[in-house]
């Protein structure tokens, strides 16, 4: 059982990561190989100490370079689901439970806003995870919403399994061309009696589904952890980055503003310190 899991590759996420492995703790790292696309989106950053006036490129080019000195690389899996333990945690990335006794939530702000009927329909027939649940709907009719490029290969997987796939992409150069997706205006709801059993489009369409998965960056931290305690987008933490869950501790964005590098950084060192001196004391 590692001692940590780390769900986020941004500055925050990285700065914990560096720190646990100075200590030589044993942790599982999840998030995108290429870190954070915010930052390498970045046209250029003044304020982020000792770099100088530096494109957003150049900055997650020197983060990756320094994971890499450090034998560092995080796995690319979507955590969507975190359970509490008895004295530690469980936490499904993809298709695989984990074990860890303390969990570092830098996944970053989650600003997409939540479907109607989404957190109510979560397990009975609304899913985050194409390679757990997908099996489920061999044969059957599903919705997909995909968020970005990268999850492309998961409407793949899901095409090779469902009988029709309704496909919506919340980016505009999907190029997904397959004879059983048929591509769709954006999704208002979804909707249903025990189970999902259609969704509703902005443009009024009812489209009957016996399925929506929801393929997105990031789980919205109270549906990922029910009973987190949240400020709107943001996780709730004091100034050891703990949260109200014993062992959960959050850095970065997620935890409110402003949404700055060395603020996500700091906040990282403190969090790997504070999980320290927490499994010191379990």
């Not at 995870?129 to 968020?147: E, H, S």
């Not at 492309?152 to 397959?178: F, Q, R, T």
């Amino acid at each position: 059982m590692p001692d940590t899991v780390i769900v986020g590759s941004g500055p925050a996420g990285l700065s914990a990561a560096i720190n646990l492995k100075l200590h030589e703790k044993d942790f599982a790292w999840f998030g995108s190989p290429d870190f954070s696309d915010k930052v390498e989106k970045s046209e250029k950053i003044a304020n982020y100490p000792g770099a100088g006036l530096i494109s957003g490129a150049e900055l997650n080019a020197r983060f990756l370079a320094h994971a890499k000195e450090m034998g560092l690389e995080p796995v690319d899996k979507k955590v969507t689901n975190v359970m509490p333990g008895d004295g530690m945690l469980m936490i499904l990335a993809d298709n695989e439970v984990y074990e860890a006794k303390t969990l570092l939530l830098a996944g970053g702000v989650v600003t997409a806003k939540s479907y109607e009927g989404e957190e109510e329909f979560l397990g009975r027939g609304v899913s985050y995870c194409a390679t757990c649940d997908g099996f489920l709907y061999k044969g059957k009719t599903i919705a997909v919403f995909c968020g970005a490029k990268r999850y492309e290969h998961e409407v793949e997987y899901l095409a090779g399994i469902a009988e029709k796939v309704y496909l919506s992409a919340g980016y505009p150069d999907c190029a997904l061309d397959l004879p059983n997706v048929e591509k769709i205006t954006p999704i208002k709801a979804v909707q249903g009696g025990m189970k999902v059993t259609q969704i509703l489009l902005h443009n009024a369409a009812e489209i009957p589904v016996d399925g929506l998965f929801i393929l997105r960056s990031a789980v919205a931290p109270a549906t990922l952890l029910p009973g987190l305690a949240t400020d709107g987008p943001h996780i709730v933490v004091n100034r050891n980055q703990e949260t109200n869950i014993p062992g959960v501790f959050a850095a970065g964005d997620c935890t409110g503003r402003p949404y700055q590098i060395a603020k996500a950084v700091g906040e990282g060192n403190v969090a790997a310190h504070a999980m320290l001196e927490y499994m010191a004391g379990n």
